[in-house]
């Protein structure tokens, strides 16, 4: 009813160590993704194994758990050695469709590469990324996603807090991350950085040709160019933008500290850790291209065979960032604006005059009641509201892009706050609404609002 693959473990030794998740002694199933269940094309049997196969508590058919090694940069900082510190892949399995999709345990326990870490995870952190990368999906923006949620049973510490364990069962299109390829890169393993690339092109980019190195980066820099325009586009912030949670599949991936802005300010930033705010809604951008560079640089070596020319073919592609994510982000803003072509000039004058004002509501009521109906919200974009009316928007396409409904800091904080206390129906309450961001909120209303004054200022943390 279920039947692992792994090609992985058979591909791509030296990549990964060999070893079985953590016995959760109780394990009970706190959220099942029955929608994604659906789209994987398992059986509805699955779920009555949910818990247990999950969680660690046993392993389904032809698992092969592994953690996987990968180093990567963290703040700017290269850690040669990271790798999965608190997950193991179970393996792939493949849908309806033929598409492969690995199945990993996260907060199943340590590992080598667990460091000064406990292995383990929490419940409000899992259901956090179950509800986040599940307004992800609902918003048509790739992203890994969570299958389910299990308690463990444990005990899990953190700050002198005692708080219910958890494993989330995360989907992916893959786990290579650009850290993956700076693991070999970083240890000169040449044979088996090109059997990461010829794996990463055969899985993700398969109209490429077997070491086109430089077809992969052109493919990654789209993929990843478009992912960040459209976080841009619903004022995402991710939070941890380190090369080991960039994903080559071009998919979202490491729910840790990200969360959604709500009063527009280019600084805005909710990483505890995250002083200097290299990555503030705003700086994504640039952070995308400084995250790319690293990944040319692993990948040198298979540009060319003559350094120097590998050198220009990389230093070319990486001049054409910024115009391919600036192309990308325009069409973004585009249909957020309900216009058919690009105009950098509107969008620059409407940032101008948004600061504070709430991204989502303000293109969700444009959307809705047009020009007029907004000024109130944005008094000092009268002139710019004219203008835009003038261009004749489309409302109705906007309706598409512009969501009435994310998750709110605020709602997201006590659906965990109560899960955390054995109460589990706000979470399941705001994961139905958050299901269908497009609709209106009429009627739903409590979802849409931003947080009432006294919520102050959101702070996520990472790794918890
Ligand atoms: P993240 O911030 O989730 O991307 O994690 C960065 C690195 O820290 C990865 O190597 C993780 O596996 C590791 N890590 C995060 N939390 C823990 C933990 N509680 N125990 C062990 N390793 C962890
Ligand atoms: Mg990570």
Same mark, same amino acid.
């Given at each position: 009813?279920?039947?692992?693959?792994?090609?992985?473990?058979?591909?791509?030794?030296?990549? /990964?160590?060999?070893?079985?998740?953590?016995?959760?002694? #109780?394990?009970?199933?706190? &959220?099942?993704?029955?929608?994604?269940?659906?789209?994987?094309?398992?059986?509805?049997? @699955?779920?009555?194994?949910?818990?247990?196969?999950?969680?660690?508590?046993?392993?389904?058919?032809?698992?092969?758990?592994?953690?996987?090694?990968?180093?990567?940069?963290?703040?700017?900082? $290269?850690?040669?050695?990271?790798?999965?510190?608190?997950?193991?892949?179970?393996?792939?399995?493949?849908?309806?469709?033929?598409?492969?999709?690995?199945?990993?345990?996260?907060?199943?326990?340590?590992?080598?590469?667990?460091?000064?870490?406990?292995?383990?995870?929490?419940?409000?952190?899992?259901?956090?990324?179950?509800?986040?990368?599940?307004?992800?999906?609902?918003?048509?923006?790739?992203?890994?996603?969570?299958?389910? @949620?299990?308690?463990?049973?444990?005990? @899990?510490?953190?700050?002198?807090?005692?708080?219910?364990?958890?494993?989330?069962?995360?989907?992916?299109?893959?786990?290579?991350?650009?850290?993956?390829?700076?693991?070999?890169?970083?240890?000169?393993?040449? #044979?088996?950085?090109?059997?990461?690339?010829?794996?990463?092109?055969?899985?993700?980019?398969?109209?490429?040709?077997?070491?086109?190195?430089?077809?992969?980066?052109?493919?990654?820099?789209? +993929?990843?160019?478009?992912?960040?325009?459209?976080?841009?586009?619903?004022?995402?912030?991710?939070g941890v933008m380190n090369t080991d949670n960039v994903a080559l599949s071009?998919?979202?991936?490491?729910?840790?500290?990200? &969360?959604?802005?709500?009063?527009?300010?280019?600084?805005?930033?909710?990483?505890?850790?995250?002083?200097?705010?290299?990555?503030?809604?705003?700086?994504?951008?640039?952070?995308?291209?400084?995250?790319?560079?690293?990944?040319?640089?692993?990948?040198?070596? $298979?540009?060319?065979?003559?350094?120097?020319?590998?050198? #220009?073919?990389?230093?070319?592609?990486?001049?054409?960032?910024?115009?391919?994510?600036?192309?990308?982000?325009? +069409?973004?803003?585009?249909?957020?604006?309900g216009l058919a072509a690009p105009d950098a000039g509107l969008v620059a004058?409407?940032?101008?005059?948004?600061?504070?004002?709430?991204?989502?509501? /303000?293109?969700?009521?444009?959307?809705?009641?047009?020009?007029?109906?907004?000024?109130?919200? &944005?008094?000092?974009?009268?002139?710019?509201?004219?203008?835009?009316?003038?261009?004749?928007?489309?409302?109705?396409?906007?309706?598409?892009?512009?969501?009435?409904?994310?998750?709110?800091?605020?709602?997201?904080?006590? &659906?965990?706050?109560? +899960?955390?206390?054995?109460?589990?129906?706000?979470f399941h309450a705001l994961v139905a609404e958050i299901r269908r961001p $497009? #609709?209106?909120?009429?009627?739903?209303?409590?979802?849409?609002?931003?947080?009432?004054?006294? /919520?102050?200022?959101?702070?996520? $943390?990472?790794?918890?």
């Amino acid at each position: 009813m279920i039947r692992f693959d792994n090609t992985w473990v058979r591909d791509l030794p030296g990549s /990964f160590l060999r070893l079985a998740p953590d016995v959760a002694p #109780d394990p009970q199933l706190l &959220a099942w993704n029955d929608a994604l269940a659906a789209e994987l094309g398992l059986d509805p049997a @699955v779920k009555s194994h949910a818990a247990r196969w999950f969680s660690g508590a046993e392993l389904p058919p032809g698992a092969d758990p592994i953690a996987m090694a990968y180093a990567g940069h963290q703040f700017g900082g $290269f850690s040669p050695q990271l790798g999965d510190g608190r997950a193991h892949l179970l393996g792939e399995i493949v849908d309806g469709q033929g598409r492969r999709w690995d199945i990993q345990l996260k907060g199943s326990g340590r590992t080598p590469f667990s460091r000064g870490g406990d292995g383990k995870a929490a419940i409000g952190p899992m259901l956090r990324e179950y509800v986040i990368s599940e307004a992800m999906a609902a918003m048509g923006i790739p992203t890994t996603r969570a299958l389910a @949620v299990v308690a463990t049973g444990e005990t @899990v510490w953190r700050d002198a807090d005692r708080l219910p364990g958890a494993v989330v069962a995360r989907v992916a299109a893959s786990h290579i991350r650009v850290g993956s390829f700076q693991f070999f890169a970083s240890r000169g393993e040449m #044979d088996k950085l090109r059997a990461l690339m010829n794996y990463t092109i055969a899985r993700h980019y398969p109209h490429l040709a077997a070491d086109d190195a430089l077809g992969l980066f052109d493919a990654v820099t789209r +993929a990843q160019a478009r992912l960040v325009a459209r976080w841009m586009g619903v004022g995402f912030v991710h939070g941890v933008m380190n090369t080991d949670n960039v994903a080559l599949s071009g998919e979202t991936i490491d729910y840790g500290p990200c &969360a959604f802005m709500e009063g527009y300010a280019p600084g805005t930033v909710f990483s505890s850790i995250d002083r200097q705010g290299r990555y503030a809604y705003a700086n994504q951008p640039l952070i995308l291209g400084w995250n790319l560079a690293r990944l040319a640089e692993a990948l040198l070596p $298979f540009f060319d065979s003559d350094e120097a020319r590998a050198v #220009d073919l990389a230093n070319a592609r990486l001049g054409d960032i910024a115009g391919i994510y600036e192309a990308e982000y325009q +069409a973004v803003m585009a249909a957020k604006l309900g216009l058919a072509a690009p105009d950098a000039g509107l969008v620059a004058d409407l940032l101008a005059g948004l600061s504070g004002v709430d991204w989502t509501m /303000f293109f969700r009521r444009l959307s809705e009641e047009g020009g007029q109906a907004v000024q109130a919200m &944005a008094p000092g974009l009268a002139e710019w509201l004219a203008r835009w009316q003038a261009m004749n928007p489309d409302l109705a396409a906007m309706r598409k892009v512009n969501p009435a409904i994310i998750p709110r800091n605020h709602l997201v904080e006590a &659906a965990l706050e109560a +899960a955390t206390a054995g109460e589990m129906a706000p979470f399941h309450a705001l994961v139905a609404e958050i299901r269908r961001p $497009f #609709d209106s909120a009429t009627g739903r209303e409590g979802f849409a609002l931003p947080a009432p004054e006294g /919520f102050g200022d959101y702070v996520t $943390f990472c790794g918890t």
